[in-house]
């Protein structure tokens, strides 16, 4: 590889941040200039659904410290990137500036899904960014009338928050259980009990054909059963789309989020470019070679370490992360580590009773342990990590073998200790 | 190298206790323990654990 004086990450949120802060860790010396087209310096998404829209933790708690070794970064905020034209190693961005680099990284992430049915577009929100959750927070009010659209985890995360607020949430969903998908069919059982024992209502296997109203504003939904729900805030949580468009026109396959090989480079870009978080597609060579986009917070930290010594040109084994989720709804924990989706065909309680504290194990088609899922408080929670040990000895072709996490001699311990 | 972890903003979540065993600890009833002062040989570790923590609970103050 030619030298580098100059990487741009595109992209200024958790993957970018981290990103920047590992080029400097694995001693890369040129430039690193972060465009993003937030106004804000990169924040944590999570407690957007969680603490801060619940008012428990202020607007400014949300953003992340960036390390010292990264305090040379230049930050492009406020800017996008318009296009890019790889073979020629520039970016252009939205003010029409252009950008050369010798190397790039996509951390661009994604966006909210939005509902494509008639109706008015006001009172409708999603939950993506610090101004959507200010929005949202303002519109919380106790007694509202709040109708979530999606039963994924920030649609059952929102209709948490918003119940703890005093509204009257009813959640649609077109599967027949909430977060089934991703949980199965026992947690996702448990989650509605728990969920309608808070006074949630639920319209599950239902779709949105229309949303009703007046002056552009949102007032109610009609149901593909023609049933219909009063509503003063609508809140969309429909999954997602990859922020990839400005990557068009380059030869990329970018049918969903940006693929890249084991390395996290670009497949069928010129060498120098990679992909890190949400937005990227990656084989995950615990697994298998399918690639698949992860969007849990956890990925851009690991993809970042791993790009970054890419793009530096250090030589390391196939990216290989143990994925791990959490969600928090009402007082309850949702922990899972290693892959359920991969586990979905064959799911045991390995401990406790859904009713209650519960742990779920999920195994593949040779009966192998691929994923746990914990729900409930921080006991059950704790457990899940104890077979952390035993899914991270998972690797391709493995036979598994088990063993638990080792405890380690502590000569000073303080902390939580009451 | 001296850590301090917020307990107020801790949320027990252990993804700490995975990048750096040495210094994080989680107690039978899921509580976060840790070393205060830990060795410097354990940086990098520590900013792992630092980075990986989802309510960015941990500080490292040189
Ligand atoms: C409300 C909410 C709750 C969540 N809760 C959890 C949870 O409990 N547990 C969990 O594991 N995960 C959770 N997640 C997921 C987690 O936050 C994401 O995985 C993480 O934010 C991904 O980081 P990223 O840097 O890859 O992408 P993003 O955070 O999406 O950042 C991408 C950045 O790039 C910017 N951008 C896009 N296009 C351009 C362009 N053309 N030019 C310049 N900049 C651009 C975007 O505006 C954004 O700032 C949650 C996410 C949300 C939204
Ligand atoms: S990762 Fe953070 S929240 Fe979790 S135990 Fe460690 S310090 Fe606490």
Redesign the interface.
């Known amino acids: 590889m030619s030298t580098m004086d100059r990487i741009v990450v595109a992209g200024a949120s958790l993957g970018g941040l981290r990103t920047a802060e590992q080029l400097r860790r694995a001693k890369f010396a040129g430039e690193i200039v972060v465009v993003g087209d937030e106004p804000h310096m990169p924040y944590n998404r999570p407690p957007l659904s969680k603490e801060v829209l619940a008012g428990k933790a202020g607007f400014d708690s949300v953003a992340f410290r960036p390390k010292a070794a990264a305090g040379d970064v230049v930050w492009r905020l406020g800017s996008a990137v318009a296009s890019a034209d790889l073979a020629g190693r520039t970016l252009t961005l939205a003010d029409g500036e252009s950008l050369s680099y010798d190397g790039l990284v996509v951390a661009t992430g994604l966006r909210p899904r939005r509902l494509d049915v008639p109706g008015p577009v006001g009172g409708r929100h999603t939950v993506r960014t610090l101004d959507d959750a200010r929005a949202l927070q303002g519109a919380l009010r106790p007694g509202a009338r709040v109708v979530v659209v999606g039963a994924g985890f920030i649609g059952c995360e929102v209709a948490a928050t918003a119940r703890g607020l005093g509204a009257e949430v009813t959640v649609v969903e077109p599967t027949p259980l909430p977060l089934v998908r991703a949980l199965g069919e026992v947690l996702a059982r448990a989650l509605l009990e728990r969920h309608r024992a808070q006074g949630v209502r639920f319209a599950l296997g239902r779709t949105v054909s229309r949303f009703t109203g007046t002056d552009e504003r949102v007032t109610g939904l009609v149901l593909d059963d023609e049933s219909r729900v009063r509503a003063d805030v609508v809140v969309e949580a429909v999954g997602s789309l990859p922020n990839v468009e400005w990557l068009e026109g380059n030869g990329l396959d970018l049918s969903d989020g940006l693929l890249c090989d084991e390395q996290l480079r670009a497949v069928g870009a010129p060498g120098g470019v990679v992909g890190v978080g949400d937005v990227a597609r990656f084989p995950n060579a615990r697994y298998d070679a399918v690639a698949r986009r992860v969007e849990h917070w956890s990925v851009p930290g690991d993809s970042a370490k791993h790009a970054a010594r890419t793009l530096v040109g250090a030589e390391q084994e196939a990216f290989a992360p143990l994925p791990s989720f959490w969600s928090d709804q009402y007082e309850y924990r949702v922990q899972s580590f290693g892959a359920p989706g991969l586990g979905a065909g064959d799911v045991r309680v390995l401990e406790g009773d859904p009713a209650g504290d519960v742990l779920v194990g999920y195994h593949d088609g040779g009966g192998r342990l691929v994923g746990v899922v914990a729900l409930g408080g921080a006991a059950v929670v704790a457990r899940a990590a104890a077979y952390r040990g035993e899914l991270s000895s998972i690797s391709a072709g493995s036979a598994g073998s088990a063993g638990s996490a080792g405890s380690s001699d502590f000569s000073v311990m303080q902390g939580a200790l009451s | 190298m001296k850590v301090v972890?917020d307990?107020d903003v801790?949320?027990?979540?252990?993804?700490c206790?995975?990048a750096s065993?040495?210094v994080f600890?989680?107690?039978?009833?899921?509580?976060?323990?840790?070393?205060?002062?830990p060795d410097e040989s354990l940086r990098?570790d520590v900013?792992d654990a630092a980075?990986?923590c989802?309510l960015?609970a941990i500080?490292i103050e040189d």
């Not at chain 2, 801790?10 to 993804?15: A, L, R, S, T, V």
Request: aromatic fraction near 6%; charge should be negative.
């Open positions: 972890v307990m801790c949320q027990d979540h252990g993804q206790v995975f065993p040495e600890r989680l107690s039978d009833e899921g509580r976060l323990l840790y070393v205060a002062e990098e900013e980075d990986v989802p960015q500080t």
